[in-house]
C-alpha cells in the first residue's frame, strides 16, 4: 500500500469558491469524491494542528484529548511518546511487516536535525521505529512535487515525471507492505494565503501542487498500487486565510474498505486494521489521565 499524507488539504464539500480544488483533476478528484469527509476538530475549540493531527493518523487514538489541545506542527515531548509507543511503523515493524518514508531528506536537513530535533510526526515515528530516512530500495519523493521551495516556486519537474515517480512508488510497494509520502508542501502553500488573496506566485503554485498530487496518484494508479488518502486538517483549500481552517479533510482509497470513519482518529484506526493490527490500548498510553 502507498499511502498520500496530504498536509493541510481540506475536503473540496468545505471549499470556498475559485478554490484548488476547481481544476481538472482527472485521478485525484474521482478518488475524493468516493470517498469520505473526516472531522479533524475532535470537538475541540480551536484550529486542528498538524502535530495532533498527524498523531491521530498514526496511532489511531485522539491525540487532542491526549495533549489537551489542538498542538503542532511539531510533535514534542508528549506527543512524541505516544508515537514512540503506537505509531503505525513502530507497530508494523514489531510484527515484520516492511514499512518505509519515501520522502528524500537532503543533507543539510539531516545536519539540521542532527543540531536540533525538530522532525514532523512522520519521520519521527519511523526514525523512533529504527527505520531509516532515504531508505534504499525506495525512489526519494521531493514533497514539493517539482516546485521550487520558494517563491516564485518555478517547475524544476514536470506533471508528466511525478507521475512516472508515482509509477515507480508503485513498483517499490511491491516489496513492502506501507509506503508512506509525507505531502507537506501543501500546508506551506496553504499559509501564504491572505484575505484579499494570496500573492499571484503562491496561487499558482497552489493549483499547480494540487495538480501535481493528482499526477503523482496517476501514476501509482497507472501502475496498480493501493492506494490510501487523507489529510491531517484544512488549509489549502481556503486561500483568503493564512490559518489552518475547521474544514473537514479527505479520507480515500483505491483497493481499501473505508467503512464509516467519521473522523481522523476513526480513520487512522482503520489503517492499522488493514494490516491486522488491533487497536492500541489507550491505557496503556497514559491516554485515560493525559500527562501533566
Not at 498520500?4 to 485521478?27: C, F, I, N, T
Not at 542532527?114 to 519511523?126: I, K, L, Q, T, V
Request: proline share 9%.
Amino acid at each position: 500500500m502507498v499511502w498520500l499524507a496530504l498536509d493541510g488539504v481540506g475536503h473540496p464539500a468545505d471549499a470556498p469558491p475559485g478554490s484548488v480544488w476547481e481544476q481538472e483533476l482527472p485521478a485525484l478528484r474521482p478518488l475524493i469524491d468516493a470517498g469520505l469527509a473526516l472531522d479533524a476538530t475532535l470537538g475541540v475549540p480551536g484550529l486542528p494542528q498538524s502535530g495532533t493531527g498527524q498523531s491521530c493518523w498514526l496511532t489511531g487514538l485522539d491525540a487532542v484529548r491526549y495533549m489537551g489541545e489542538h498542538f503542532g506542527p511539531h510533535p514534542g515531548p508528549t506527543l512524541q511518546r505516544l508515537l514512540r509507543h503506537s505509531s503505525l511503523p513502530a507497530r508494523l515493524k514489531a510484527v515484520g511487516l516492511r514499512a518505509a518514508l519515501a520522502n528524500h531528506y537532503v543533507p543539510q536537513y539531516l545536519e539540521a536535525q542532527a543540531r536540533r530535533p525538530r522532525m514532523g510526526c512522520f519521520p519521527f515515528s519511523f526514525t523512533a521505529a529504527g527505520l531509516p530516512l532515504n531508505p534504499p530500495g525506495v525512489p526519494p519523493l521531493g514533497a514539493t512535487l517539482g516546485l521550487g521551495y520558494r517563491e516564485p516556486f518555478a517547475a524544476m519537474q514536470s506533471p508528466a515525471e511525478v507521475s512516472r515517480l508515482g509509477q515507480a512508488l508503485a513498483r517499490a510497494a511491491q516489496n513492502h507492505d506501507l509506503i508512506v509520502a509525507d505531502l507537506w508542501f501543501g500546508d506551506l502553500l496553504g499559509h501564504l494565503g491572505r484575505a484579499a488573496g494570496p500573492p499571484a506566485n503562491a496561487r499558482a503554485a497552489a493549483f499547480a501542487y494540487l495538480d501535481r498530487v493528482d499526477a503523482l496518484l496517476a501514476g501509482l494508479l497507472d501502475a496498480g498500487a493501493r492506494v490510501v488518502l487523507g489529510s491531517d486538517h484544512g488549509n489549502l483549500e481556503d486561500l483568503h486565510t493564512k490559518s489552518h481552517t475547521v474544514a473537514r479533510v479527505p479520507f480515500a482509497g483505491v483497493g481499501v474498505e473505508l467503512g464509516a470513519a467519521a473522523d481522523v482518529v476513526e480513520a487512522g484506526g482503520l489503517i492499522a486494521a488493514w494490516f491486522g493490527l488491533a487497536p492500541v490500548n489507550s491505557a496503556a498510553t497514559g491516554l485515560e489521565a493525559p500527562p501533566g
